[in-house]
């Protein structure tokens, strides 16, 4: 009886598996995009979805092109610094700047990049000048400093002081790529502590010059120069633009002014290299270092300097806008004469020049200079950068005060090689 039981249910087994069989021989799906997978002993019937795979694939395909395209374009044109924080630098933007990268492809940081892309353009200079000592009678003295060249025909931008305020016997120009020059002083001016000299050499690199006027405090500033010497040549340091409109004493009745302030390391050495923004450009030239303090630098702003370089540039020399006076600050008028003159600033004309512009124009010694142009005049240092906005030709109105009157004259400029 168990026997035949155990038959009957052993038979029952069988044909339940050839009906399962069956169904899957005679009732195969019509479309060829379905895969039959004949079972095995214990195994589950698997049914693959191969269009259902392949739009999964399109699917994905597509979304991380999107995601790319956005991360790469839509949030740092669109959102970085205007809805969402720059991940860079942790601000937003008033007006949403757009960032330029200097070199994407290479990862380079910003320091790196600027470096890379401006210090071909940086050049060491060697001096020799002939001192006078009391004891050992003349010598010679070595200097070394930095420019920066910003004509490929060879025109070098740096301090007149790393050149002796142009009292030099030689001034030699060591190149990035090694080659020594020996050069020419064309032009300095030591009340700007800024100087031109020339290599005959031609198709060298030039450094791009940026716009001072548009600095803000805290923006990065990396300066490039030959600190302690050669041996150090072309050392780069990063900081930040710690303060505008600086003035330095140089003298007691001298100072340089408009100066940039950064915590960018400056050491002697580096006087005449230049100070770059974030994009490569230069936006100052370096000129000083308070010894008592770190992280106090100084750099002349570039837009000093552009008129002096635009007409290097275009004419190979540059003549300075002549005006004719003798002055003297009026502070130090009072203090040294005891009169009392009701103003607070101005230049005090002590001598006016026959035949000068502003003998022509009408003034007269005794007269006190208050304002050329657009620009008010509180000393004569001011008064001097001022006039380098100006060319032999142009023509402008200057106020003074004389005997307590307020005049105005009408003043047009001309070289001084014209009058003498």
């Known amino acids: 009886m168990y026997r035949e039981y155990d038959e009957m249910e052993k038979k029952d087994e069988e ?9 899957y021989e005679f009732e195969e799906p019509e479309s060829e995009a379905f895969e039959y997978k004949k079972p095995q002993t214990d195994d589950k019937i698997t049914v693959v979805n191969k269009t259902s795979f392949m739009k999964i694939i399109t699917v994905a395909v597509i979304a991380s092109m999107i995601g790319g395209l956005f991360t790469a374009y839509i949030a740092p044109t669109y959102l970085y610094g205007k809805i969402i924080k720059d991940p860079y630098s942790g601000f937003y933007y008033q007006n949403g700047p757009s960032y330029e990268i200097v070199s994407e492809t290479e990862g380079l940081t910003v320091v790196s990049a600027v470096a ?7 050049v060491g200079i060697t001096t020799v000048a002939i001192q006078n000592d009391f004891i050992f009678g003349s010598r010679r003295a070595e ?43 064309l032009w300095n001016d030591a009340i700007l502590d800024l100087a031109v000299v020339k290599v005959e050499k031609t198709n060298l690199p030039v450094a791009e010059l940026g716009d001072s006027d548009n600095l803000v405090i805290g923006e990065t500033a990396i300066a490039i120069g030959n600190p302690l010497g050669l041996t150090f040549e072309r050392s780069v340091t990063a900081g930040i633009i710690s303060g505008l409109n600086r003035s330095i004493p140089i003298s007691y009745s001298e100072s340089i ?7 960018a390391s400056i050491n002697p050495g580096n006087s005449g290299g230049p100070l770059l923004n974030s994009k490569g450009r230069v936006i100052g030239i370096n000129t000083a ?13 570039i837009n000093m300097a552009k008129p002096i370089v635009d007409e ?12 004719g006076i003798q002055g003297i600050d009026l502070e130090e008028f009072e203090q040294s004469s005891g009169e009392e003159t009701g103003l607070e600033t101005g230049v005090f004309v002590y001598k006016v020049y026959k035949d000068s512009p502003a ?13 050329i142009g657009d620009d008010e005049i509180e000393t004569m240092n001011q008064l001097i950068k001022v006039l380098y906005a100006y060319r032999p030709g142009d023509s402008e109105t200057v106020e003074i005060v004389r005997n307590g009157n307020a005049l105005s004259y009408e003043i047009t400029f001309v070289s001084r090689e014209e009058i003498e």
């Open 257 to 263: 002014d408009s100066l940039i302030q950064t915590d």
């Open 359 to 371: 003998d022509n124009a009408g003034l007269l010694g005794g007269d006190i200079i208050t304002k």
């Open 143 to 185: 200097g070394v400093g930095t420019g920066v060249i910003v004509d490929s025909r060879g025109y070098i931008l740096t301090n007149s002081h790393v050149i002796n305020d142009g009292d030099v016997e030689e001034v030699t120009v060591l190149l990035s790529n090694g080659e020594n020059l020996e050069s020419k002083v």
């Open 312 to 323: 290097f540039i275009e004419k190979g020399e540059f003549s300075k806008a002549y005006m």
């Open 289 to 301: 270092k308070i010894q008592s303090g770190e992280g106090l630098g100084f750099a002349i702003p």
């Open 15 to 23: 044909e339940k598996i050839n009906e399962e069989k069956e169904g």
């Open 116 to 122: 890379k892309k401006a210090m071909p353009s940086v």
